[in-house]
């Protein structure tokens, strides 16, 4: 049985939760060694990953084929460990450092840097949308074509060439029916509480809800911090005042969590940055109509009636969408997903 080592730097819910699928889905087939590194020192792990994966034990050993996801510094590790340096590896884009809002430019550059020379080293390289693939190519080709000299020809081209759409897959089987809303819309906002997550954009909406005297509740599920954004808690008070204030808090027990997104009718994105939208498709297979911006990865399986481009907008959707029916998520079962997996790893590294 092959060898295939998973890496993971930044091992995040959202990573996470990919790297278990996957590794559940291989398991048959490959002997699986997983690595992780901690989220936390954002900026400490995408420079230095290369050197904190490079000596530990497991590494110390041959491998058939590797998995890593883009915060991988892949051509550094691949330079300090010797068992590493050959071996075929697909390299996963959860996002991309050229298109998040308000990006913060302290080392900037070097992670751009960085997340190209890993894609480069790679023999497939993976995204998890369209979105998060174009903004790549495009930020890739923007960037080297700022650089003084020495630059090779056709980087960002060679990169597409060898890259495929392989969306992060949902372990949970869609409702095949959505239940009718009650008079008072129950509606869910289960995303993290920092700033790309549009909280401004969410007070803006909470806001012209109430002002148009829509009856509702409003959830908050979302993972929180030590420090968040105050806006939030503008934004609970608002909830509370005006009596529209539904279950708040992050939910630690994943079978909870699903249930409870389906005891909504609505679930809501305000998302600047969204590169797959996990949270939206998880609410939508368990029974949430979806409100979402008509932006960012929304708009590849989303239809345009649950997307808006203003507040107005987005309460004009809670108002009109009550009889909708089930968006297929068919794309995103493993059913669908997992041979694409199969089927690349058997081509970087044949019987």
């Not at 890259?163 to 009718?180: F, H, N």
């Not at 009109?320 to 068919?330: D, H, V």
Request: proline share 6%.
């Amino acid at each position: 049985m092959k060898k295939l080592l998973i890496l993971s730097p930044y091992d995040g819910f959202s990573h996470g939760f990919w790297r278990e699928g996957l590794a559940d889905y291989l398991a048959g087939e490959f002997e699986i060694i997983e690595c992780t590194l901690p989220a936390r020192f954002f900026s400490w792990r995408q420079r230095g990953n290369s050197l904190s994966f490079a000596l530990k034990p497991a590494l110390q050993q041959p491998f058939d084929l590797m998995v890593a996801t883009s915060m991988t510094d892949l051509s550094g590790l691949r330079g300090l460990n010797r068992h590493l340096s050959s071996v075929p590896a697909i390299v996963y884009f959860h996002e991309n450092q050229f298109a998040y809002p308000g990006n913060n430019t302290v080392g900037l550059l070097e992670r751009q840097l960085t997340s190209i020379y890993t894609a480069i080293s790679a023999d497939r390289v993976f995204f998890n949308s369209e979105f998060n693939r174009s903004t790549f190519l495009v930020g890739a080709k923007k960037l080297l074509g700022r650089m003084p000299d020495e630059v090779p020809l056709g980087i960002a081209n060679s990169i597409e060439e060898k890259s495929s759409i392989v969306p992060v897959a949902l372990d949970i089987d869609p409702v095949k029916s959505y239940g009718s809303p009650g008079t008072r819309l129950k509606i869910v906002w289960n995303h993290r509480w920092e700033h790309d997550k549009g909280p401004g954009r969410l007070s803006e909406i909470v806001t012209e809800l109430i002002r148009r005297k829509v009856d509702f509740e409003l959830s908050l599920f979302g993972q929180q911090f030590s420090r968040h954004p105050p806006v939030f808690d503008e934004i609970l008070e608002m909830l509370h005042v005006n009596g529209n204030a539904g279950e708040i808090g992050f939910v630690e027990s994943r079978t909870e969590y699903l249930a409870k997104l389906s005891a909504h009718d609505f679930v809501l994105s305000t998302a600047d940055q969204e590169f797959q939208g996990l949270a939206i498709q998880e609410a939508m297979a368990s029974g949430c109509i979806p409100v979402v911006p008509d932006a960012l990865s929304y708009p590849e399986y989303i239809p345009v009636e649950y997307r808006y481009a203003t507040v107005s907008e987005a309460v004009d959707v809670f108002l009109s969408q009550r009889t909708a029916k089930p968006i297929s998520l068919a794309r995103y079962a493993w059913s669908t997903i997992g041979p694409d997996w199969t089927a690349a790893l058997g081509e970087i590294c044949p019987q």
